[in-house]
């Protein structure tokens, strides 16, 4: 155990994370130059592309410092918010962290989100300043931010590039002289944490853990502490970029594989305690929690037909994604889909866009919504997740709203646009932190409502790009919201309602009709879109009708007869009007994103 470093990468978003995690495999020597390819471990062709880590990985690595050899296990982290669940986890399991700061753009918000994290789980924590060789690279000044803003002593921080390979070498070996060992009981019980899990078609659901007390045995019948489901291990590997080593044991200190032969990826939770089930450890690793959904939104097939469908991909999509909930939805207006429970917007978008990529599907994804307690008259309290759900006004006490802790960090050039943002928002300024004469940190408290629909768009605009967003859950707090309802031609169309605050209705309705106006077709009778409170109507739109040229057919003759024929056509779009359905298109249902 003395020669085991098992460590973490916690970064913002591109400031290098997963290019370091290249240039540390290609170090030890793990692939050939041949083999090695950018993002080894972002296996997914959306984290290639958009160039994020979504879903973390692991590997084992050997290492021989002054004749010693070591086995590094860099247990990997997703750099955004929407997954800091995964981050906790793979923390817990880690027993140091490289703190990866950009030479060029300082401390970030999610960087010190993270920080956090890891002090919390007590873990050595080595500053990390990459991206030296860029021309505006100011490590004095960044070693300077993170001293400031986080409180590490950054006076041996590394510096780094990890595009070029300077300084890793030298990395490496800090984390082999200055990552404490792993500690445990090599003879106790059986104890072992889950950080993370997937499924494999050949070899089912498997479980990726760290093992802390005793060790996992090939044959060995175990048992997960927070269902009580006991099951064989039928395998056991260790990690590696591109070929797995089968082992037979997986000892104290260690990370690995455990193919347990699963068909659900459920039953194996993040976060949950394996153990022997013969002589069961007394406590977990921890406390075990699920992965709550912050964000809803429902997703229905554009071909009603492909119900069926969407449903077994949501199926094979939660194999490899235990954080993804949802549950089946009826429509007026889109019909039979399902309402998906999501860990923030990111999350939403990827999973979207792999149901769309990976299974051929066309769907329509409706605004996103936050989950609101509703106490009602009686004493009851409710939980609503999609706006058509909310009760009557008359039956309800008072609703509760979730609250986030927001941080954000911006140049001071864009200080006051931002700080005017967030009161809109209806945001509360806990703390303002000036990192340095050019950096500031805000920190406010804000609904959650307000940051799901168009708010990081509208902050990276404002900031030109520079801003940085981090948010964390805190409570739920009395909010004087209302349903707004949105007609088109008469008809409620349920998918467009949205909870606002009573303050802000008036306004959202109006924006949201003049969105929609440009949006909604044109028919051969006028469409009214109307935005409503209840049966009040406070906001209305009008689709002119589209002309259609009946007297084309009229060559010459008395002009009663284009007369008689235009009396007929206004008589026939007066009876339209009364039974005439319109067909909205995709973009409508995304207008609720555009309010502000």
Not at 39 to 48: G, R
Not at 237 to 254: C, D, F, V
Not at 524 to 549: D, H, P, W, Y
């Amino acid at each position: 155990m003395k020669n085991i470093r098992n460590f973490s990468i916690i970064a913002h978003i591109d400031h290098g994370k997963s290019t370091l995690a290249d240039r540390i495999i290609q170090e030890c020597g793990a692939v050939s130059d041949r083999e090695l390819t950018k993002q080894m471990m972002d296996t997914m062709d959306i984290e290639q592309e958009r160039g994020i880590t979504i879903k973390a990985q692991s590997v084992r690595l050997d290492y021989v410092k002054d004749g010693q050899h070591y086995i590094l296990n860099l247990i990997d982290t997703p750099g955004h918010v929407d997954f800091s669940y995964e981050v906790s986890k793979s923390l817990a399991s880690s027993d140091g962290a490289l703190l990866i700061v950009d030479a060029a753009q300082g401390v970030e918000a999610q960087t010190i989100a993270n920080v956090y994290l890891a002090l919390e789980n007590n873990l050595e924590i080595i500053p990390v300043i990459n991206k030296i060789d860029l021309p505006a690279a100011d490590p004095i000044k960044v070693a300077e931010e993170i001293e400031t803003s986080i409180g590490i002593d950054a006076t041996d921080a590394l510096l780094i590039s990890a595009k070029t390979g300077v300084g890793i070498r030298a990395l490496i070996d800090a984390i082999v002289e200055r990552v404490p060992a792993p500690v445990g009981d090599e003879n106790a019980t059986t104890k072992a944490i889950i950080y993370d899990s997937w499924f494999d078609q050949y070899l089912g659901a498997l479980a990726l853990v760290r093992v802390f007390d005793g060790s996992i045995k090939k044959g060995q019948l175990v048992r997960l502490m927070s269902n009580h489901e006991e099951h064989h291990v039928l395998d056991l590997m260790y990690p590696h970029p591109l070929r797995r080593q089968k082992t037979n044991s997986i000892n104290s200190g260690e990370i690995g594989i455990v193919v347990l032969g699963l068909k659900d990826v459920g039953i194996i939770n993040v976060g949950d305690t394996i153990t022997d089930a013969k002589n069961p450890a007394s406590e977990p690793v921890g406390t075990y929690e699920p992965a709550k959904p912050f964000v809803f939104a429902g997703i229905y097939p554009i071909d009603t037909d492909m119900f069926e469908e969407l449903r077994d991909a949501l199926n094979k999509l939660k194999m490899n994604d235990s954080s993804l909930s949802f549950e089946p939805e009826t429509s007026i207006a889109l019909g039979f889909g399902f309402r998906v429970g999501f860990l923030g917007m990111l999350h939403m978008e990827v999973v979207k866009e792999r149901l769309e990529r990976e299974f051929g599907l066309d769907l329509i994804a409706t605004a996103p919504s936050v989950v609101y307690h509703v106490y009602l008259n009686n004493g009851t309290m409710v939980q609503v997740q999609n706006p058509s759900e909310l009760p009557d006004g008359t039956y309800i006490d008072r609703i509760e709203e979730p609250y986030v802790k927001a941080t954000v960090i911006t140049p001071v050039d864009y200080l006051g646009n931002i700080i005017t943002l967030l009161i809109n928002k209806r945001g509360t300024q806990e703390k303002m932190t000036y990192l340095n004469q050019e950096r500031v940190m805000l920190e406010y408290s804000l609904p959650m409502n307000e940051i799901v629909t168009g708010f990081y768009d509208t902050l990276k605009s404002i900031s030109k790009g520079y801003a940085s967003f981090d948010y964390e859950p805190i409570a739920f707090k009395e909010g004087h919201l209302v349903k707004l309802d949105v007609r088109v031609a008469g008809d409620v169309v349920d998918a467009l309602s949205v909870i606002v605050p009573i303050t802000q209705a008036e306004s959202r309705g109006r924006a949201l009709v003049k969105n929609m106006k440009e949006i909604v077709p044109r028919q051969l009778f006028e469409v009214a879109i109307q935005a409503s409170l209840g049966n009040k109507v406070i906001a209305r739109e009008t689709v002119k009708s589209m002309g259609k040229n009946v007297t084309a057919k009229c060559y010459g003759g008395d002009i009663t007869r284009k007369r008689k024929l235009l009396e007929k056509q206004k008589a026939g779009k007066k009876r339209m009007k009364s039974i005439g359905k319109v067909q909205l298109p995709q973009e409508a249902f995304m207008s609720v994103l555009k309010m502000d």
